[in-house]
């Protein structure tokens, strides 16, 4: 039986432009890690609410490659996702990535002038991974707009589903 150590998604509001997300997992760093960046893990937890699958998900991991993610509605078959370049990647440590959103069927703005930055850094003490992410958008009118999604909320489900996945023996076996 594994100990519940993890505290929900905490956020914040560093400036009138970040975002700050805060989360503990109780696994070790390598394997928050690996769930963060591999793709066939990515897609098992990286899905927000129920109802929503991961049909694409590529992942270039190194300071220069890209990345496509792509969400679908099990029920109506829309898409959203999101697309950017890695800015910095330091294993296991650290990724900051530009971001730009595509909204797909779902409609919406998309103003792929302006990526939000988002930088994400993983430690560990005494077996618990701390993950601490800030979100740098553009202005505040579209920091709000990104809040106002519910998007912390989907990310604490997706978080709950990476809980689970991590308490797995046989998922802490894969992460040594």
């Keep these: 039986m594994v100990t519940k150590t993890t505290q929900p998604v905490e956020v914040s509001l560093p400036s009138d432009t970040e975002v700050r997300i805060a989360r503990s997992f109780n696994a ?4 928050v890690w690996r769930a963060h960046t591999e793709p066939e893990l990515v897609k ?16 270039d991991l190194r300071t220069g490659g890209t990345y496509l ?3 679908r509605s099990d029920a109506t078959g829309q898409m959203f996702g999101f697309h950017g370049d890695y800015r910095e990647v330091d294993t296991p440590a650290k990724i900051v990535h530009a971001e730009y959103y595509d909204p797909g069927d779902l409609g919406g703005p ?13 430690s560990e003490k005494d077996g618990v991974t701390s ?10 009118e579209i920091r709000d707009a990104a809040a106002s999604t519910g998007m912390t909320d989907g990310m604490e489900q997706g978080y709950a589903r990476l ?10 076996r894969v992460g040594k």
């Design 163 to 172: 809980d689970e996945m991590l308490s797995r023996s046989e998922e802490r």
């Design 131 to 140: 993950l601490v992410m800030v979100m740098e958008f553009s202005s505040k």
């Design 69 to 71: 993610w792509r969400w």
């Design 44 to 59: 098992r937890w990286m899905l927000g609410p129920p109802g929503w699958s991961m049909p694409v998900c590529e992942i």
């Design 110 to 122: 998309m103003d792929t002038s302006k990526p939000a930055i988002i930088d994400t850094r993983f």
């Design 28 to 31: 070790p760093r390598n394997l």
